[in-house]
């Protein structure tokens, strides 16, 4: 397993209400445009995070994301390296009007359980939100500001993504 250098949180950007599955997120993400999916050749997210705070592996630990499928390495301040992008289900108000911190509490315990596992098993690695990438800065995504939650649940700093 190659290190990893980059733990990116996002959210499936749906209704707080919408119960999900990986088999949902793969077929939404591979299934081609004409038939309302995003056409990509794999899965946008590594894990997936469920209500109930069941993790499920979407992108096996052996194939971590070496290609750059959300702009992170744009421009001159360009982000590189191995990430990995957890996504819990949710991130959205009921109707989808806005972006909402809908994280369940059993989604807050595994969340902080794989972030505290990734910074013992890759002791370098940086945890960012979705929205903290700079092509994706308006995205509002994963719907909470991860650096303040991260340091609410005591992740050292030198793990915390800044801003430049």
């Given at each position: ?60 630990e052996q194939s ?33 009007a806005w972006s ?65």
């Amino acid at each position: 397993m190659k290190s990893i250098d980059y733990l990116v949180l996002q959210s499936t950007n749906t209704g707080e209400q919408k119960d999900l599955d990986k088999a949902h997120i793969i077929e939404q993400h591979t299934s081609p445009i004409r038939q309302g999916g995003f056409g990509w050749v794999r899965p946008g997210f590594d894990y997936l995070v469920l209500q109930d705070g069941t993790m499920q592996t979407i992108i096996p630990e052996q194939s971590p994301t070496t290609v750059d499928l959300w702009g992170i390495s744009q421009g001159t301040d360009g982000i590189t390296g191995i990430t990995k992008h957890i996504a819990y289900v949710g991130g959205r108000t009921l109707k989808e009007a806005w972006s909402k911190d809908s994280r369940t509490g059993a989604q807050k315990v595994t969340l902080e359980a794989i972030v505290k596992f990734y910074i013992l098993r890759f002791p370098k690695v940086i945890i960012m939100g979705f929205d903290q990438i700079k092509s994706k800065s308006e995205s509002e995504n994963p719907g909470f500001d991860t650096a303040d939650w991260l340091a609410e649940i005591g992740i050292p700093e030198q793990h915390i993504f800044k801003n430049k």
